[in-house]
């Protein structure tokens, strides 16, 4: 059921959309009667909009010509939206983000009512999102490229250094975005390799829109890409693991990236990539089921270790 404030609106939204509307139009494209479509014409005045009411058969209701309406105007939960969209704002791994949601945040202020103001200035004060992990590249230049480009389906030519700071030039097919654990990606067909790519913004150097189209596959999905990206980047050690419990388990207890899994009639077998042994084996502690490692030899090592020290930490422990 709509609040009378959000048919208030709404009748102001349909003057300025259709310039003179009767009451006959007006009445039933809010749900309301003659008589509260009178009373909403009056709300408006009170607040300073002046409207021109026509009476007879032909009349009807129209904002008074010339009259310049506030840019925005919003429900509150519109209100409460824009603030949590706001916050969020600082935590996209955007450059620049705080001054420039600050300034969005002083302009909406300047044409908004004071009990609406009061509410953006609550949220932004009392409300804190967790961005730690949020890695901004230099400028948003390159994501301003590339989104356009995905939309068009426009190749441009990239600029991308390496994680050892090597710069090398490739044109590329952007199919699709993600922001992912704080960090922006571009995913696509490189034409240098030949193959689908991942790129992170914070390590493109520059990024030009090209004259050439391409077809982006059906069904494309960036997120699901960049996070199989992710989870399959070659690392120091290969590690294949069987768990033994369902795919729906496994994965309630490792983060998707932690690599791909496999189902089969003894369980469900991952496929990881780790720089840190011990890291993986403390995942493999806190799992609620058993499992077996097939590879490498190192991690039963990494294993024991982990289970030695928190034979340690117990109280039940040697020595307690």
């Known amino acids: 059921m709509y609040h009378p404030t959000t048919r208030v609106l709404a009748l102001l939204e349909l003057l300025q959309t259709h310039g003179r509307m009767s009451g006959a139009e007006l009445a039933p494209r809010l749900g309301v009667d003659r008589r509260t479509l009178r009373r909403y014409v009056g709300k408006l005045e009170d607040i300073g909009i002046p409207i021109v009411a026509e009476r007879g058969r032909?009349?009807?209701?129209?904002?008074?010509?010339g009259f310049k309406l506030p840019p925005?105007?919003?429900?509150?939960?519109?209100t409460l939206a824009l603030s949590l969209g706001l916050l969020a704002a600082r935590g996209l791994g955007l450059a620049e983000a705080a001054p420039a949601v600050a300034s969005v945040q002083a302009k909406l202020e300047r044409v908004m009512p004071d009990g609406l103001k009061r509410r953006v200035r609550a949220v932004g004060d009392t409300v804190r999102l967790d961005d730690r992990r949020a890695v901004a590249p230099a400028s948003?230049?390159?994501?301003?490229?590339?989104?356009?480009?995905?939309?068009?389906?426009?190749?441009?030519?990239?600029?991308?250094?390496?994680?050892h700071g090597r710069e090398s030039e490739r044109r590329f097919d952007p199919y699709g975005l993600a922001l992912r654990h704080g960090r922006w990606y571009a995913a696509g067909l490189c034409h240098l390799r030949q193959d689908l790519r991942t790129f992170r913004l914070d390590r493109i150097a520059g990024a030009a829109l090209l004259a050439e189209a391409f077809e982006r596959p059906p069904g494309f999905d960036a997120m699901?890409?960049?996070?199989?990206?992710v989870a399959t980047l070659p690392r120091a050690f290969a590690i294949e693991v069987l768990l033994k419990t369902d795919l729906a388990s496994a994965r309630a207890h490792l983060f998707a990236e932690a690599g791909t899994f496999d189902e089969g009639p003894d369980g469900v077998t991952i496929h990881a990539q780790s720089d840190e042994l011990d890291w993986f084996a403390r995942q493999l502690a806190g799992m609620p089921f058993d499992f077996e490692i097939r590879r490498p030899p190192e991690l039963h090592a990494a294993v024991g270790e982990c289970v030695r020290r928190l034979l340690r930490c117990s109280p039940q422990g040697p020595g307690a």
């Open 224 to 229: 699901a890409h960049v996070v199989q990206a």
């Open 72 to 78: 925005m105007m919003f429900t509150e939960d519109e």
């Open 140 to 163: 948003n230049a390159a994501l301003a490229v590339l989104t356009e480009a995905a939309q068009a389906c426009r190749r441009v030519l990239l600029r991308y250094r390496d994680h």
């Open 58 to 65: 032909a009349g009807g209701y129209a904002l008074m010509p």
